[in-house]
């Protein structure tokens, strides 16, 4: 089993930036990606970004791209999330995610709200 802590949630203005980051422990060697998901109120769960934690690549929505940003710090089983120009409809629950195999989210943590002000 893989536990996950995220961190690094708040309110923000439009514009603003911040930073989130989830901790992974547990069986980490058998990490394929780690992946953030949102949910905004009313809304389905959608995928924001994910890294593929052998050589660093990434993959964004179409929504995120080119004002978020994901890496890994594989020393510290930790993946982060610098989210630059933020906007109201960015605000959502988000949540980290990890499996074993591409596409596979098995893991789940309890996520951290991100609130943008406008």
């Known amino acids: 089993q893989v536990q996950l802590v995220e961190s690094g949630g708040g309110l923000v203005q439009a514009g603003g930036s911040l930073r989130l980051s989830c901790a992974a422990s547990?069986?980490?060697?058998?990490?394929?990606?780690m992946a953030w998901f949102r949910q905004a109120p009313g809304k389905e769960r959608e995928f924001v970004t994910y890294?593929?934690?052998?050589?660093?690549?990434?993959y964004y929505a179409d929504s995120v791209r080119g004002r978020f940003t994901i890496s890994r710090d594989n020393a510290k089983n930790t993946v982060y999330l610098q989210m630059n120009s933020l906007k109201s409809e960015d605000t959502a629950v988000y949540y980290c995610?990890?499996?074993?195999?591409?596409?596979?989210?098995?893991?789940w943590g309890q996520g951290t709200q991100v609130t943008v002000s406008s």
């Open positions: 547990g069986r980490t060697f058998s990490i394929y990606a």
């Open positions: 890294i593929r934690w052998s050589d660093g690549t990434a």
């Open positions: 995610a990890t499996g074993g195999a591409p596409g596979q989210y098995a893991y």
